[in-house]
């Protein structure tokens, strides 16, 4: 394959799921809605049939567009081969999501690409490959997924958040985090409306710390230039889905949720790479964030990349495409 059709290929990748977000944000009634937003139910934690294994970055990001897009309730996720090999049957006409599987290959180039999930500056190979909703499948019977009471997941928020070690101080009418003081600022939790809108802010929050210098030492005004604020805005919002569907929790929209989507939705518009930057950079601070907890694996099933998923390889599946 040719460096021009490799390019085109990866192109190709990039554009098809940044279109499926921006037409995900532009199809809210009345009001735009970014699919990072959830209910906390399964169908905000994406899971591959085969491994049980949660989906990444990117890829998590790109079901749940689908999963907002075509009203699916459930997060169980598999290649139309594994449906089979269960005894399932995608059913005619259904509609697949894409999904790109990311694997690491020898190179002497060092710059980083947009798109990969461990967040670091290794070059990366992309395979996008097609999976289905078990909502469009028929013979499938899953196991009941019991949910923990709110209580107990409300517990977990608090511990989780402790974990982290930043300073948090509670007071005032605003929610900010003050890099000069490495410390996140919130109003009382009775000023929200429900527990979920308190936790999303404060994770929020905590994403803002995380991407300080002597944390993961995030800096996006390389890469977006002006648009850098929006573009870290984004990051944490993802990031803040993410942690909260670990937790079951729901994750609603802040007040300024419509200024920022505004000005992102301009950034993924003239650049398809945008979105897999913010979602690389929102992963990364995610297993950051699961790494400061005491025992990572007491709680929460650890996520995988793809590449770990599919390893044993899926008949049919696209060449592999090189990405820079």
């Known amino acids: 394959m040719s460096a021009r059709i490799q390019s085109g290929a990866r192109a190709d990748v990039y554009t098809r799921i940044t279109e ?17 937003f959830h209910d906390g139910t399964s169908s905000a934690s994406p899971t591959n049939l085969v491994s049980g294994k949660r989906y990444r970055g990117i890829n998590t990001l790109a079901l749940w567009v689908s999963a907002m897009t075509f009203g699916y309730d459930d997060g169980l996720w ?71 009471p709110e209580s107990q997941r409300l517990e977990h928020a608090d511990a989780f958040i402790a974990n982290l070690g930043i300073k948090t101080e509670f007071g005032g009418g ?74 079951g929790i729901a994750h609603h929209p802040r007040p300024e949720h419509a200024a920022y989507i505004a000005s992102w939705l301009k950034v993924l518009k003239q650049d398809p790479r945008a979105i897999f930057t913010a979602a690389s950079k929102a992963q990364q601070a995610a297993d950051w964030m699961h790494g400061k907890q005491p025992d990572p694996d007491s709680d929460f099933q650890p996520s995988i990349g793809l590449a770990q998923v599919m390893d044993a390889g899926q008949p049919g599946l696209p060449a592999l495409i090189a990405a820079a």
């Not at 290794?122 to 009941?144: E, K, L, T």
């Open 20 to 36: 499926e977000i921006i037409a995900a944000i532009d199809q809210g009634t009345g009001e735009w809605r970014a699919p990072w």
């Open 78 to 148: 598999g290649t139309y081969r594994q449906w089979q090999d269960v005894g399932a049957q995608v059913r005619k006409g259904e509609r697949s999501s894409t999904v790109v599987l990311w694997k690491p290959t020898q190179s002497s180039d060092s710059e980083a690409d947009a798109g990969e999930e461990a967040g670091g500056h290794r070059r990366m190979i992309a395979r996008a490959f097609s999976v289905f909703n078990v909502a469009q499948v028929d013979g499938y019977a899953r196991a009941p997924v019991e949910a923990l």
């Open 174 to 247: 605003e929610a900010f985090y003050r890099p000069s003081q490495d410390t996140v600022f919130m109003p009382e939790f009775a000023s929200f409306c429900d527990p979920a809108s308190f936790y999303g802010v404060w994770l929020h929050e905590m994403g803002h710390a995380s991407g300080a210098k002597h944390r993961l030492d995030r800096d996006l005004s390389g890469r977006f230039g002006c648009e850098a604020y929006a573009a870290e805005e984004c990051c944490v919002e993802i990031l803040a889905g993410l942690v909260l569907a670990d937790l």
